[in-house]
C-alpha cells in the first residue's frame, strides 16, 4: 500500500536541461505525488519555446501550490545571466517572474547544479557537486550553505579547452565512453586538488555512464536529485537585498 502524500505545500520541481525538460509535482516530504513527466527541450530552446513546453508540463500534472526551477546558467534573484546551451535570448529573462505569471503560483529559480546540490548535500564541510550532461554544471557547498554562481564547466581544464568543452556531450559522442572516462577521472582528480572537498557528487544524465574507477569520497547521485532539491530550494532562505547607501550630499 503506497504512503499517502504529507500534508503542507505541494511543489512544481522542474528541472530545465538543454536536451530534456523535467517535472515532477512533490509532496512536502520530497515524495513524488505522481511520475514525473519529462519532454524534449524545444530546438531553438527559445524561451517563448521553452515556456509554452513547460506550460503543458505544469498543466498536465496534479495541482500543486509553489514552482521550484533549476537553470542550466546563472540565474540571480530568478533573472537569467547565461545559457550557454539553450539561447542568448534568454539573457536577462526573468524566469521567476515568467513562469508565476505562467502557473499562478510564487515561483523559486535557481542554477540546475546548485538545486541537483540542495538534493544531495550532507552539510558537512565541503561539498561539491558536478553535473554531466548538454554541459557541465557545478555548486559548492559549505556547512550546506551554497557558494553562488560557480561556474567550472567554462572553466579551462586541458589543452586550453574548458571542463564543458572536454567533458559534455559533444565530446561524449565525438570520443567515444573510454576516452570521456578517462577525461572524467583526470577531472575529477584535478577538482580534488583544487577544493579538498569531504564528498565530490557527480549528477546529470551522463553519470548514469560512470560505474568504475571512482576515487574514495566521489558519489554518483541521481539525476532525479535536480528535481527534489526543489523542495531544498524552497527551505532556503532567500536573500535580502541591499539597500543601496545614499551618496553623501
Keep these: 500500500m503506497n504512503a499517502r502524500p504529507a500534508r503542507g505545500p505541494r511543489t512544481l ?6 536536451t530534456v525538460l523535467k517535472a515532477a509535482v512533490l509532496d512536502p516530504a520530497g515524495r513524488p505525488i505522481a511520475p514525473p ?11 517563448f519555446a521553452t515556456l509554452r513546453a513547460l506550460g503543458r508540463l505544469a498543466a498536465a500534472g496534479p495541482p500543486f501550490t509553489r514552482v ?22 534568454w539573457i536577462g529573462v526573468n524566469l521567476a517572474r515568467r513562469m508565476e505569471r505562467l502557473t499562478g503560483r510564487p ?14 548535500v550532507a552539510g558537512r564541510g565541503v561539498e561539491l557537486v558536478v553535473t554531466l550532461g548538454t554541459g557541465v554544471g557545478s555548486a559548492l557547498f559549505l556547512d550546506g550553505r551554497l557558494v553562488p554562481n560557480l561556474e567550472l564547466g567554462h572553466h579551462p581544464f586541458q589543452g586550453g579547452q574548458t571542463y564543458e568543452q572536454m567533458l559534455g556531450d559533444r565530446a561524449l559522442k565525438r ?17 580534488r586538488k583544487t577544493f579538498r ?5 557527480l549528477g546529470g544524465g551522463n553519470a548514469r555512464l560512470v560505474h568504475r574507477g571512482l576515487p574514495a569520497g566521489v558519489t554518483v547521485v541521481s539525476n532525479v536529485a535536480g528535481v527534489l532539491g526543489g523542495i531544498r530550494l524552497w527551505a532556503t532562505e532567500r536573500p535580502r537585498p541591499r539597500r543601496r547607501r545614499r551618496s553623501p550630499p
Design 13 to 18: 520541481a522542474i528541472d530545465v536541461g538543454g
Design 197 to 201: 572537498p569531504r564528498r565530490l557528487y
Design 68 to 89: 521550484a526551477v533549476g537553470f542550466p546558467g546563472v540565474v540571480v534573484d530568478g533573472v537569467v545571466y547565461t545559457a550557454v546551451n539553450l539561447h542568448p535570448a
Design 175 to 191: 570520443i567515444g565512453s573510454a576516452a570521456w572516462h578517462s577525461r572524467l577521472r583526470a577531472a575529477v582528480e584535478m577538482l
Design 37 to 47: 513527466a519529462r519532454v524534449p527541450t524545444p530546438h531553438p530552446a527559445t524561451p
Design 107 to 120: 515561483t523559486r529559480v535557481a542554477n540546475d547544479a546548485d538545486v541537483q546540490g540542495l538534493g544531495v
